[in-house]
């Protein structure tokens, strides 16, 4: 377990110091001078002077990139030129939509990709798998935010339902009953991803129902119900678990959309709406956590992964 | 020549849904070339007395809050669509298949750039795209180099991949025990069994360089307000939504049947590529 | 013990179908070990499939014939459907043993999963079976082993656990479809004396299904012939190389490598191996025997019965004077 891990982890470690050097850089080739890309145009001399010499802008590029590496170690993202804070708070205040619609969106996906893609697999080649896969591929070529526009037409213009906009903290008032702002982004997010878990799910069940250790399990007189779940769907989830790596940055990427279409405070709209106001920090800061976030994930999954599939250990 | 699209279009028979994809894919391709001549007005042309209105006679999909028409805006929207996807599919294979190849073939070339590629693709897709336009300034080939950047990097490891495969491939090193070169060994062995998983990816790059291209548009950061482009209109159409829902449907079903003929080619393509390269090309990134 | 009759296995519509496998019959008594021979494509694997019942429903089905064990007919049965009648008594085990095990269960939940089935002992009894199975076997550690996965297992042993797993299915039948053809030939003997020790001292009928001669004159009692999807000879191991009936049958002996003719050119049987369904008319052996005349072509060949219940399909087997 122990060398496994401590490899996966360093390897992660090494992409994210490259990483975090593209993102240093990411201030420096914004076009203009870096000091008034850090502080806005409307930053008074005396405001450069002290970022300069705070930033050690004097000094050579490799020395401030360090500086910038240190603060960053420290929590220091630097500040928001927009609201005048650091940018972390900043970050921090929109994480909880964020992550709770990432979180309920995964439910969806799981719920809803990994026993659709399992019943398309069992009535493989019939009409109703024709259809669910078909469904399938149409929901992963449908922009998101088209199908949230059209979700808040029907579910909160029409029907009144649910409310079409916003999300109030569920430790304000309201409670966890504000969750229901969640509902329709977290559908209109999870349609393209469940999707595709579906059809990684069917796809692997069936490559694995080819395999002569499923002959050998039919063999024994094993219930065909019994064969599929503890003997195809057990080796089919190995592809699974891999995808949900993938699976999470798409989430980010769409994430960043959806709550712009439903009016979400998260990290997504947050970006979309430094990168309008020319909040550079913010954006510097957004990018850098979800590469951390990513990294981190992928390396749970591989971890995970591992601890699924005994042949791992030797490779 | 002749031989060549007779195989490409033998995954299309007897698979009525490919072949429909396909269908849609060519009449999308003329819709952008003889936009002119098919739309009947003219896309840009403002009408405020015609402001909104449901389809109709005159106006089929109907017209948008500037009176516009938008069947006229959704066929010169192909043009868009077909520029950005040829373009990011271009770039995609320009820039990742050379990478791909020679890092296949020159390990230590290949530890460098593979390496590289991981950092990159440690971004998730749409905010790599952000911060590079965030520095190129928005725009139509800025949108295409942003996205184009997104998907060298799957292009890249994929043509890694079947490379090395290729490369142990018993006829491969056949080649090599008699003494052929590297040069030969790409023209003659890598190159020509490449072009057939590559056209899948092409076709699901293609696909999801529209869905990009789309989110771009309706954030504000793709393609100008004033060229008509799918994305666009979303996005400008967006506040309308429960007076006109007509306006979102068209450019949105534009997009949805754009990616969805090209994700129909892209599978039936794979289907018949060899079992061991399928699952290969399995990489799907948004 | 178990008997086959008149199976024909056939792909294709119910209309314009094409037998891959066309009138199989043979029988196998308490205790004796049948090799089934032939080249590859022959139909032999086909024909252990649709025996055991895991023909996949897509695929090649079985358009006649009946297979009988211990008096009851069990094609068209997969193997749970016969657990389920009270006729589980058919095991198999199979080629490669690489990948004939689960990859992520443990051998002991795969043999006990095996034993659940078929035997109904009590779930802690369970494991103390299978270590018993795996010691029969011969597989060293037995106890140890039931807590280690397929992949750290060499290929000798996993055919081993998969001979455990097959016993723990109480079988009076064993299907072996050539399962010693991916292995050493040291541990492809060790696996041989493996079968026919089970074989005497639990009374096991096995059907050995092997392309290699060797083999077969080293395990089975008697032998059936496949060719082009029919049986064409079966006779005892002795008779099958001392008194070979059927042209193919003799052909295919004179391949065999003999020190006699140490440094002559090896010999071959002229032309390729007939596909099943290619040659609609006559013996389907005809257009490679160097025997053959116009009635050969024309005529399906006769069942020639020689003596010692020696079968042939042949117009002329070798050793009868016309």
């Known amino acids: 377990m122990g060398s496994y891990a401590m490899h996966r982890t360093a390897a992660a470690v090494a992409t ?83 992550i709770l619609l990432a979180s309920i969106t995964m439910i969806w996906i799981t719920l809803i990709g990994v026993p659709v893609g399992v019943i398309a697999a069992m009535r493989h080649g019939s009409w109703l798998d ?69 059809r990684l799910t069917r796809a692997s069940m069936l490559d694995v129902a080819r395999e002569d250790y499923i002959r050998t399990a039919r063999a024994k007189g ?45 990290i997504g709209q947050l970006v979309v709406q430094s990168i309008l106001r020319r909040d550079y920090p913010v954006i510097q800061g957004i990018i850098l956590v979800t590469v951390v976030l990513y990294l981190a994930v992928n390396l749970l999954v591989d971890l995970s992964y591992r601890l699924l599939d005994p042949r791992v250990e030797l490779s | 020549m002749i031989a060549a699209t007779r195989s490409f279009l033998v995954p299309f028979i007897r698979r ?225 939504i429960t007076r006109a829902p007509w306006l979102l449907f068209f450019p949105g079903f534009a997009i949805a049947i754009t990616a969805f003929s090209l994700n129909l080619v892209g599978d039936a393509l794979r289907d018949r590529l060899d079992p061991r390269f399928r699952n290969m090309l399995n990489g799907n990134r948004r | 013990m178990l008997r086959v009759r008149d199976l024909s296995i056939s792909i294709g519509g119910q209309t314009g179908f094409t037998d891959i496998v066309s009138s199989v019959s043979f029988e196998i008594g308490k205790g004796e070990i049948l090799g089934l021979v032939g080249e590859s494509g022959c139909g032999k694997s086909m024909t252990s499939l649709a025996i055991m019942g895991l023909l996949d429903r897509a695929g090649p089905w079985v358009r006649t014939g009946r297979v009988e064990l211990a008096g009851f007919d069990v094609i068209h049965s997969e193997p749970y459907q016969r657990v389920e009648a009270g006729h589980g008594g058919i095991a198999m085990i199979f080629q490669e043993p690489m990948s004939s095990l689960n990859p992520v269960m443990k051998i002991g939940e795969q043999i006990e999963e095996a034993i659940a089935v078929h035997q109904r002992t009590p779930g802690a009894k369970r494991t103390l079976t299978a270590r018993e199975l795996l010691e029969m076997v011969r597989i060293p550690d ?41 292995l050493d030939v040291t541990v492809q003997a060790q696996i041989l004396s ?50 070979p009936a059927h042209r193919y049958t003799e052909a295919l002996l004179s391949c065999l490598p003999d020190a006699a003719h140490r440094g002559q050119r090896l010999t071959t049987i002229p032309g390729q191996a007939a596909r099943p369904g290619q040659v609609r008319q006559g013996c389907t052996f005809a257009p490679r025997c160097r025997y053959a005349v116009d009635v050969c072509a024309s005529d399906a060949p006769p069942d020639a019965l020689l003596p010692g219940d020696h079968h042939a399909l042949c117009h002329f087997p070798r050793g009868v004077s016309p």
């Open chain 1, 222 to 266: 094993i219930r065909p119900m019994r064969v599929i779940l503890r003997h195809i769907l057990r080796n089919a989830l190995l592809a699974v678990v891999s995808a949900f790596g993938f699976t999470f940055a798409a989430l980010i990427s769409e994430a960043v959309v959806t709550e712009t279409v439903f009016a979400l405070p998260g």
């Open chain 3, 142 to 182: 037995a106890a140890m082993q039931l807590d280690a996965y397929p992949h750290q297992l060499s290929g000798g042993m996993r055919q081993r656990v998969m001979i455990a797993i097959a016993l723990a299915c109480q079988p009076q039948v064993l299907i072996a479809d050539e399962p010693t053809t991916a």
């Open chain 1, 130 to 198: 024709q259809c669910l896969s078909g469904v399938a591929m149409l929901l992963a070529s449908i922009p998101t935010f088209w199908v949230g526009l059209y979700l808040i037409l029907i579910f909160a213009a029409w029907l009144g339902w649910l409310p079409s906009s916003g999300y109030p903290s569920i430790f304000e008032q309201g409670g966890l009953t504000n969750l229901r702002y969640l509902l329709l982004p977290s559908l209109a997010l999870a349609a393209p991803n469940a999707a595709l878990i579906l």
């Open chain 2, 16 to 240: 009525p849904v490919a072949a429909a994809g396909l269908g849609i894919l060519v009449c999308m391709t003329a819709a952008a070339i003889l936009a002119p001549i098919l739309a009947p007005y003219d896309p840009s042309k403002i009408e405020p007395i015609s402001r909104l209105l449901p389809p109709n006679a005159a106006h089929w999909f109907g017209t948008d809050q500037f009176g516009r028409d938008i069947l006229s805006r959704v066929i010169y929207g192909a043009r868009l669509a077909l520029l950005i996807g040829v373009g990011v599919v271009s770039f995609a294979l320009i820039t990742g298949v050379p990478a791909g190849v020679l890092s296949a073939l020159y390990p230590r070339f290949g530890r460098v750039m593979m390496r590289l590629i991981d950092v990159l693709m440690s971004f998730p897709a749409l905010l790599l795209a952000l911060g590079l336009i965030v520095i190129l300034g928005r725009g139509v080939s800025n949108a295409i180099l942003a996205i184009g950047v997104v998907y060298l990097t799957t292009t890249s490891r994929i043509t890694y991949g079947l490379t090395l495969r290729l490369r142990t491939e018993t006829y491969v090193e056949a080649a090599n025990s008699m003494g052929a070169g590297a040069l030969w060994t790409i023209r003659k062995h890598v190159l020509p069994n490449l072009v057939s998983p590559l056209l899948v990816q092409a076709s699901f790059v293609f696909a999801f360089a529209q869905l990009s291209a789309a989110s771009l548009d309706f954030l504000g950061l793709g393609a100008p307000p004033e060229i008509p482009s799918w994305g666009n209109m979303l996005a400008e159409g967006r506040i309308f």
């Open chain 1, 16 to 98: 994210l110091a490259a990483a975090s050097v593209i993102i240093f850089f990411f201030i420096h080739a914004i076009p203009g001078d870096p000091l008034y890309v850090l502080l806005g145009d409307s930053a008074t001399p005396d405001q450069v002077d002290a970022l300069r010499t705070r930033l050690g802008l004097d000094q050579p590029i490799v020395f401030q990139y360090f500086q910038w590496l240190a603060n960053v170690a420290r929590g220091d993202l630097g500040t928001s030129i927009f609201f005048q804070a650091p940018v972390t708070r900043v970050i921090r205040d929109g994480a909880e939509t964020s």
């Open chain 3, 194 to 243: 493996l079968l026919r020790e089970l074989c005497d001292t639990l009374g096991l009928s096995i059907l050995f299904i092997t392309h290699d001669l060797g083999v077969v004159a080293q395990l089975v009692d008697r032998v059936a012939v496949m060719y082009a999807g029919r049986v064409v000879e079966t006779a005892t191991v002795e008779r099958i190389f001392s008194a």
